[in-house]
């Protein structure tokens, strides 16, 4: 059974920074693709950034050059580093497992999700 856990969030100053992290259990971790997601209230999930397997990386323009989504294959763990925080960043953050290596069709396994609140 595939399992997802995020850790991590909070309540935190917009300026502030924030280090989200994932672990995956029940799947093996080094073939897998995985991204954060994040969902405001009243808001659709926005798919936030994704890495796959091999390190490659994309992020949303509204994170862009402010995050930085890195993976550490030995600790099963994947890691959202987020700088420069602003209340637009409030939302509850998802990790999520693809099926294979690369970000290909939908995300199969999902975590239960971590609050993050930045207050201005």
């Known amino acids: 059974q595939v399992q997802l856990a995020e850790s991590g969030g909070g309540v935190v100053q917009a300026g502030d920074s924030l280090r989200l992290s994932c672990i995956v259990s029940?799947?093996?971790?080094?073939?897998?693709?995985l991204a954060w997601f994040r969902q405001a209230p009243g808001k659709e999930r926005e798919l936030v950034a994704t890495i796959t397997s091999g390190s490659k990386t994309s992020y949303a323009d509204s994170v862009k050059g402010r995050s930085s989504i890195f993976r550490i294959n030995p600790i099963n763990t994947m890691y959202l580093q987020m700088n420069s925080l602003k209340p637009e960043d409030t939302a509850v953050y998802y990790c999520?497992?693809?099926?294979?290596?690369?970000?290909?069709?939908?995300?199969?396994?999902w975590g239960q999700g971590t609050q993050v609140t930045v207050s201005s």
């Open positions: 029940g799947r093996t971790f080094a073939t897998t693709a």
């Open positions: 999520a497992a693809y099926p294979g290596p690369t970000i290909a069709g939908e995300a199969m396994y």
